[in-house]
């Protein structure tokens, strides 16, 4: 299980004050009044004759009702139209805006996971709404390809990201599910394509699976590599990344390492099919200096493809010591321990 040598080279409210009080608008009523009496002192006495007279005081109560129904017209408002445009949105308007919100939620969740965890080369097939997203989370247009609408695939795409729902074959045209988030019409899957088809994936998915828990086994045998209980569990139960695993086994074979913690789940996926793809560790023993820190984080650096490392940094640890923390893109190869490499 040892690497070769040549991978080795490899915002504040505003406070409104006390509102100015304002002088009541007279209304309409008082208007006319004003309005009629002030014309009458100057103009009825001018007019002698009745006729006249009553045709004057006609057009002036119709001008009166006019007026009443022009103040109605523009700025009355009924208490029922006033209600409904008081009301609160009703509680299906509510439902279907708290719907928007949750799935809006996961799509950024699935972002910034996306540009987290999955490899940086890596071509994405997405849905609209969440090619959108990608893009808000800072993801190249140029790494983008839309989907078609109800179909599963892009071709070219190495992971997909997309609801499943309306989508049926998308688990047969990326059968590796890398990340679930959500439930019901807000959920989106993660998914990586895979030669061969389900199938195949699922036979070599098998192979890798047991294959990891064989490596862990005779890590943990070689006594260079501690871990807890816990960890020795993880090892043992095969849910640890084979790229991890082929690290420890390389840092070994300088001297001994206690795992810390293995991390990275990927969410709503079985560790099995989706192990953990980062690891911190402490060296073990003394003479653990910065120097030979210094020296792992090098041989680190220095591998190749498959077996390079998204990231490799030291950590601070409780109790002052300093740790290494390796982390591994998503998706991984299968096969590595087994000397043939498969997606």
Known sequence: MQVADSDKQAREPVTSAVPATRTRAPSWRQV????????????????RHPRALLVI??????????????????????????????APARPHQARAGGAVSAAASVRSQVAGWIVSQVSSSAAIGCDPAM?????????????LLALAPAASHAPGADVIATSPAGRAGLSQDAPVLLASVGTGSSQVEVRATAAGGPASYAK?????LAARKS?????LHSGRIKASAAGTAQLQAGQVDARLLIMLDLLASQRSWQVVSFG??????????????QVIVAAAGSGSGTARLAAAVALLHAQQAPYQPAQVSTVQLPGGRTGLRIDFATPGPLGLLAGSVSR
């Open 32 to 47: 006319m009044a004003t309005t009629f009496s002030l014309w009458a002192s100057r103009r009825l006495p001018r007019v």
């Open 215 to 219: 490596a862990a086994a005779q890590l």
């Open 264 to 277: 990275d789940a990927s969410p709503g996926a079985p560790l099995a099919d989706a192990p953990y793809r």
């Open 57 to 86: 005081i006609c057009v002036l109560v119709v001008a009166a009702v006019a007026a009443g129904a022009v103040r109605l017209t523009v700025t009355g408002t009924s208490p029922r139209s006033a209600a409904r445009a008081s």
């Open 204 to 208: 070599a998915l098998a192979a890798d």
């Open 131 to 143: 090619c959108t997203a990608l893009r808000a989370d800072g993801v190249a247009a140029s790494r």
